[in-house]
Nanobody, 125 residues
Framework: QELLTESGGGSVQTGGTLKLSCVASQVMDTFHCMAWFRQAPGKDREGVAGICDDGDSPFYADSVKDRFTISQDNAENTMYLEMNSLKPEDSAMYYC??????????????????WGQGTLVSVSS
């Protein structure tokens, strides 16, 4: 059984909206941080948004700030990423990740122990 399972990807036009979900098979509040990453063809995986048990959470990449919103429902063991005003450059495979150690920044993909299989987002102009 996969620990993290994403859903909600799809194809939209510029300016459209999608909401991604990531269901965890174990209690999420045991994780220091959970995050959404994305990877476009030929590019490195980049952190999009993170939610941690630190006081400064949530965190966003500059490229998505004010357009994307990360949230979590601990009762449902689900993390969400609501994406508004989508742009073609947002097209990528989106992954959720969990369990980065304290002291490792939320955007460092190498720090995460668990990953989902990804959900594809495609934004056409």
């Amino acid at each position: 059984q996969e620990l993290l399972t994403e859903s909600g990807g799809g194809s939209v036009q510029t300016g459209g909206t999608l909401k991604l979900s990531c269901v965890a098979s174990q209690v999420m509040d045991t994780f220091h941080c959970m995050a959404w990453f994305r990877q476009a063809p030929g590019k490195d995986r980049e952190g999009v948004a993170g939610i941690c048990d630190d006081g400064d959470s949530p965190f966003y990449a500059d490229s998505v700030k004010d357009r994307f919103t990360i949230s979590q429902d601990n009762a449902e063991n689900t993390m969400y990423l609501e994406m508004n005003s989508l742009k073609p450059e947002d097209s990528a495979m989106y992954y959720c990740a969990a369990d980065v150690p304290h002291g490792v920044p939320w955007y460092e993909s190498w720090g995460y122990a668990y990953w989902g299989q990804g959900t594809l987002v495609s934004v056409s102009s």
